[in-house]
């Protein structure tokens, strides 16, 4: 009986069947030609790698990708529109033995989120986000994204990206390139397998970072999206780069990982009994130190209501 070597098989860090669908469990719910499931894999295959399977939390956007917990069998947290750096701040920080990784669009990260991004890159937060960069709002029909190209239509601009009307492309590694923090910022691509290769070896490194606890990487992959921008596959990956890469160069804005030293360890947090005293509520006997200060317990219950995105039929109501 003749013997054979695996090569090639799907990562263990996705799940064996998708059994959170409703339907096509075999198959992910991506495009034909999509960017996301290529950026999947290259994550995936990165945490195998890395032995770090058991530790990381995904944190899952608003948009196409917003069912990644679908498929990756790790922690997964799905937050609110643009929010993701903040939540991952607030896991990562919690539980410092985590690796957590935020994943986000370019209307998530660079539109509503634009603040969360920029801050948590400012502190250097000791995360890592991959950013999925393809020029448009693709979950919600094709509306205009911060990185859309001049010239380039959508539903909120049907004769092309103005200057003088929405102004120029957003470039997210430029920017954060600024800040003093960020220890490891790359701009990669998915046009060709050349490509791809390359992302891959920049998503492990972006990840290894985290291990190592050096601060903040972010990944910008500039992906392809066929069905919004009604092209073939290969069309849409020619379009990536003729017309992408001229106004989102490649290569690494930054990259500080030979001298970055691992942040810190932080200290542990106060004990519950221990805040009225940090606060100033009570003495060190625990007498009340400020008059009519409140003594009774506070209710500190919350509710938390909300649902997914919509993509034609595709996306339904959840209730958390």
Not at 7 to 19: G, P
């Amino acid at each position: 009986m003749a013997s054979y070597v695996v090569s090639h098989e799907k990562a263990a860090s996705f799940y064996d069947h998708y059994f959170r669908k409703s339907e096509l469990q075999h198959q992910t719910h991506y495009c034909p030609g999509c960017g996301h499931g290529i950026a999947h894999k290259l994550i995936a295959r990165a945490i195998d790698e890395l032995g770090v399977q058991d530790r990381t939390v995904l944190i899952s956007p608003v948009g196409c990708s917003v069912f990644a917990y679908y498929y990756f069998d790790v922690g997964n947290i799905q937050v609110a529109h643009g929010r993701a750096p903040a939540v991952a701040t607030a896991v990562k920080r919690a539980h410092p033995a985590s690796i957590v990784l935020s994943y986000q669009g370019d209307g998530d990260l660079a539109a509503i989120g634009s603040a969360e991004i920029l801050h948590a890159a400012n502190r250097g937060e000791n995360i890592t986000v991959f950013f999925i960069n393809n020029a448009i709002y693709g979950m919600t029909g094709g509306q205009m994204a911060p990185t859309t190209l001049l010239g380039q239509k959508s539903t909120t601009t049907p004769f092309g990206r103005n200057v003088w009307n929405e102004g120029h492309p957003l470039r997210v590694c430029e920017l954060l390139a600024s800040l003093e923090a960020p220890v490891y910022l790359e701009r990669v691509a998915l046009a060709d397998n050349r490509q791809i290769m390359k992302a891959a070896k920049a998503v492990r490194r972006a990840i290894e970072n985290q291990v190592r606890g050096l601060g903040f990487s972010l990944v910008e992959i500039l992906s392809p999206c066929p069905t919004i921008w009604k092209m073939t596959p290969v069309e849409a990956q020619r379009w990536v780069r003729e017309t992408m890469l001229p106004v989102f160069p490649l290569g690494v804005f930054r990259d500080r990982t030979s001298q970055a030293q691992p942040r810190p360890t932080p200290a542990p947090p106060p004990s519950a009994e221990d805040i009225p005293r940090i606060l100033g509520l009570t003495d060190g006997a625990g007498r009340t130190a400020v008059p009519g200060a409140r003594r009774e317990p506070l209710d500190v219950r919350i509710k938390i209501a909300g649902f997914g995105g919509r993509r034609g039929q595709r996306c339904g109501r959840r209730r958390l």
